[in-house]
């Protein structure tokens, strides 16, 4: 994993670039990367170029996958209180269509809202371009007593913004 993140901190990343996370999964195997752009298309053409196809792909090789990357758009997120993200947990559901995965999304926060674990930080709801997916990311301030995919923060690289004078 520090492979990949150190060929992603000395290429040269397009401004629609924002950020790219590596989440070490807790069976020791599993990385969940997620990495966000301004938008897709910006990603696509970033993704088709050789030089990037080369430079990236020879990382990228040693790291399985189960599958191409989802395309997703954030749907919505609910902040429960400010605390320190230890764990995130991950939930996906196959849906019809992007208004049920909309409505499915909004009974899911409604349901954390009224009931969240104590150690439940803040959910992030996803929809797949496709609209036939929802990913849910989850983060925990305690490792949670699930049976959902668990993973603790690994390494990021982030854009860095100018300091407003």
């Known amino acids: ?8 901190e000395n290429t040269r990343l397009p401004t629609a670039y924002l950020s790219r996370y ?23 053409a970033f993704a088709a170029n050789p ?8 990382a990228i090789q040693g790291l399985f996958t189960a599958g191409p990357p989802g395309r ?3 749907y919505r997120s609910i902040a429960l209180r400010e605390a320190a993200v230890r764990y995130f947990t991950t939930a996906s559901y196959d849906i019809e269509d ?14 954390s809202v009224a009931a969240a674990p104590t150690a439940l930080i803040a959910e992030h709801f ?11 990311l989850s983060a925990h301030e305690a490792e949670p007593d699930e049976t ?12 860095r913004r100018p ?3």
């Open 126 to 136: 996803h929809i797949s371009e496709d609209g036939q997916r929802l990913y849910v």
């Open 163 to 165: 300091v407003a004078t």
């Open 98 to 111: 992007s208004e049920t995965a909309r409505e499915l999304a909004d009974t899911l926060a409604t349901r």
């Open 1 to 8: 994993m520090s492979g990949v993140m150190d060929v992603w």
């Open 51 to 58: 030089q990037n196809q080369q430079t990236l792909g020879s």
């Open 72 to 74: 997703y758009r954030l």
């Open 22 to 44: 590596c989440l070490e999964g807790s069976d020791g195997r599993t990385i969940l990367n997620y990495a966000q752009w301004t938008n897709s298309d910006a990603h696509r």
């Open 148 to 159: 959902n995919p668990c993973f603790r923060p690994y390494r990021g690289l982030a854009r």
